[in-house]
T-cell receptor
């Protein structure tokens, strides 16, 4: 059974720091991996999607890497800002029982203080 | 980008009543919609996958008679929590997959906060 783990569970940093969020998954037979942002009481916003054949994706200050064989992904946030404060969720897509679905980690709660 | 809406955003109901939550894909067609449940500071747990025009596929441990899912069109899926109890209080999020997307990317709704008193 696929399990997705995110470390750390919570992180508090001063504004301007570069930071790395970690995600690991137990079954490397994934179709893709996606990073999301969730603000309190809100839905999910997709940040980056990495196909299983890709190694990384970049969008602005965000860079996500994928090492499928070792079951790891990292989300790098450069020059963090208070507006980056949110929960970041990692999810892997796998095929199970004839259809595909996303399996989520528990998230990393990020607080960036001025 | 693709937009998914949910209605209502918040609902409070009394124990024993039923509540319906709507999920709509606003600018794309979704053959597949997903329903998730999220407890405070926890991850999203997939409840069921619904395909337009067919019965939903429920995850293990999810009562299909309690959480009724209907996916009658390519832009609308509904989740009905029947005979709700306080333990059903949670944040429910729907998600839809764009029919034309080859990347299996899912778009998420803003969620519905259900409180059962």
């Amino acid at each position: 059974k696929q399990e997705v783990t995110q470390i750390p569970a919570a992180l508090s940093v001063p504004e301007g720091e570069n930071l790395v969020l970690n995600c690991s998954f137990t079954d490397s037979a994934i179709y893709n991996l996606q990073w999301f942002r969730q603000d309190p009481g809100k839905g999910l916003t997709s940040l980056l999607l990495i196909q299983s054949s890709q190694r990384e994706q970049t969008s602005g200050r965000l860079n996500a890497s994928l090492d499928k064989s070792s079951g790891r992904s990292t989300l790098y946030i450069a020059a963090s800002q208070p507006g980056d404060s949110a929960t970041y969720l990692c999810a892997v897509r796998e095929f199970s029982g004839g259809y595909n679905k996303l399996i989520f980690g528990a998230g990393t709660r990020l607080a960036v203080h001025p | 980008g693709a937009v998914v809406s949910q209605h209502p955003s918040r609902v409070i109901c009394k124990s024993g009543t039923s509540v319906k939550i709507e999920c709509r894909s606003l600018d794309f067609q979704a053959t597949t919609m997903f329903w998730y449940r999220q407890f405070p500071k926890k991850s999203l747990m997939l409840m069921a996958t619904s395909n337009e025009g067919s019965k939903a596929t429920y995850e293990q441990g999810v009562e299909k008679d309690k959480f009724l899912i209907n996916h009658a069109s390519l832009t609308l899926s509904t989740l009905t929590v029947t005979s709700a109890h306080p333990e059903d209080s949670s944040f429910y999020i729907c998600s839809a997959r764009d029919l034309t997307s080859g990347a299996y990317e899912q778009y998420f709704g803003p969620g519905t906060r259900l409180t059962v008193t």
